[in-house]
């Protein structure tokens, strides 16, 4: 969550049918807690998951016809609230 008055030290910007795209001080890690060196302060992580070089985006999303809002997928509700009525 971001402070009033600070500026946030990474900003992940989802690009529609696109990677999501990572800029400032970030660290990553494998699931296994190894450190992956991204090599520069802004990366492109695929979403696609067709990528030869994951977890970077190589672009391969174009080719498959990759599709993804840039916004909050609503997706389905969390277990235990009720959907608004249609």
Known sequence: MEHPGSEPSV?????????LL????FLLR????TPIEPGRSTIALCR????AIKPFCDGTHKVTGFRAASGR????????????PV
């Open 48 to 51: 696609c998951g067709m990528s």
């Open 11 to 19: 900003v992940i910007t989802p690009y529609p049918d696109g990677p």
């Open 30 to 33: 494998a699931p296994d807690g």
């Open 73 to 84: 997928d609503p997706g389905p509700e969390p277990a235990g609230v009720d959907a608004p």
């Open 22 to 25: 990572v800029r400032g001080a």
